[in-house]
């Protein structure tokens, strides 16, 4: 019998923790339901020699083609999406137990700030010297308890920390998305950025942060809609209102639009490939959801508002053609 008497929860729950798994589909409120520890454990990363040690697979099994290794010791089931997420998953595994934690876009991840590209490696801090992985950077160093939270039985470094680190290392435009998305969950002003350079003079990257801050925007709530401000804003255009509430006379909300000029009248709604599209909602829904959009822009247009629609490409390969569209609008409507 595997982890304790069956139908006993903190038997199965002291298994799942024993193979070192980091609870990110399980809480420690253990379903009084019976449920299969072995399918709970096999579902996410695990570490290969816990889950021999515990029986829960064989050697054939394990090295078989329904599972694959990721890190040394560390596979996950071989169907599984090997997204950043579950990548980071798979890397605490590996150094959580020597004190790691997770860093960079791997914590800007955990704690749901959406600002990395889709082909970002894993990445962990770790004190020690650790191998060399496909997939995954390692920095080293450590983190004082103050920059670390848990998420999900992982340790990661805090929003502001994890600012701190990505704000000065990438290029400006990513750096501003990251400050927004982490700024976006609350727990901390893009001007504590310039508070932590003063309590760390000379830290590497930091000479450039006072440019990231006076870019960023918390209540952007997308990486395209940063690019597309910090674009506007790096053509010489004035500040657009972000997340901006339009109301009619009587002070009751039309629409709430990406960005928007109110003395223009002009709305920007970023709608691109990466935006929820018919295959989140299903063909019927993506249409009412796509007419539902066309009937506000037409009511908004009802109260003297145009409407300025921008896809992926507008953003990512035509910005500079996008910003002279809006120029081109704003002298217009002036």
Known sequence: MVGGAAGQPEGNASLIRSIGWPAWRYSQSVPSSPFDPA???LAGPFRGTAVLAAGLLTR????????RRVY?????????????????RAAY?????????LAGY?????????????DAPAEVLVAANTRAHPRLRICRG?????????????????????????????????????????????????????????GTPGARGSRRLAEVVALAEPRSESPPETRLRVGLLRAGLPPPAVQYAV?????????????????????????????HGAE???????????????????????????????????????????????????????
């Not at 054939?60 to 599972?67: N, S, T, V």
């Not at 955990?110 to 889709?118: E, F, S, V």
């Not at 909300?253 to 990466?274: F, H, N, Q, S, T």
């Open 142 to 198: 450590t983190a004082a308890e103050r920059d670390v939270t848990t998420v999900d039985g992982m340790r990661v470094t805090a929003p502001l920390r994890t600012a701190w680190d990505l704000a000065r290392r990438l290029p400006l435009v990513e750096a501003v998305v990251a400050v927004d998305a982490l700024a976006n969950t609350g727990s901390f002003a893009p001007a504590d950025l310039l508070a932590r350079r003063a």
């Open 247 to 275: 109301c009619d006379g009587r002070g009751f909300e039309l629409a709430r639009v990406d960005l928007a000029y109110p003395e223009a009248k002009l709305a920007i709604e970023y709608e691109g490939a990466d935006e």
């Open 106 to 118: 791997s914590a800007a991840v955990a704690l749901g700030a959406d600002c990395a590209p889709p």
């Open 39 to 41: 399918a709970e454990v």
């Open 72 to 88: 040394p010791d560390v596979y996950l089931p071989a169907g599984l999406e090997l997204n950043l997420a579950t990548r980071s």
């Open 280 to 334: 989140d909602f299903g063909a019927d829904e993506f249409a009412r959801r796509v007419a539902r959009d066309r009937m506000r822009d037409g009511e908004l247009a009802g109260h003297g508002w145009q409407t300025l629609r921008l896809g992926a490409d507008d953003v990512d390969i035509e910005l500079p053609r996008t910003a002279r569209r809006v120029e081109q609008l704003l002298a217009l409507r002036g």
């Open 60 to 67: 054939a099994q394990l090295y078989g083609p329904r599972y």
């Open 93 to 101: 595994l590996l150094v959580g137990d020597r004190g790691g934690v």
